[in-house]
């Protein structure tokens, strides 16, 4: 269980932060067990796979757009298999005007 969260140790005094943390760590797992049955994948080659979308931010004098990468044809797959539209292309558009 502690390598596909990668957990390392975590030192929390309070209670609440304790039962806060072990349930984040379990929706965590959960989600990715999720994301495993749906796509009959293993999460290290899902995590590759996704990690290799970009978002890139283009500043010029005229303002600023931010734009991710293209989605390869394993992402595609990835977002088919999980009903998941692709992300928007363009997240944010800023011109400057003088």
Request: aromatic share 8%.
């Amino acid at each position: 269980m502690k390598g596909a969260l990668g957990l390392r140790p975590v030192y929390h005094y309070r209670e609440d932060r304790i039962r806060a943390h072990i349930q984040l760590c379990w929706l965590a797992l959960l989600l990715i067990r999720v994301v495993e049955n749906a796509t009959g994948d293993t999460w290290r080659n899902l995590h590759d796979e996704l990690d290799r979308m970009h978002l890139i931010t283009l500043a010029t004098s005229d303002g600023r757009v931010a734009q991710r990468s293209a989605t390869t044809a394993g992402q595609q797959a990835i977002f088919a298999a999980l009903s998941l539209p692709e992300p928007p292309r363009f997240f944010d558009f800023t011109t400057h005007t003088d």
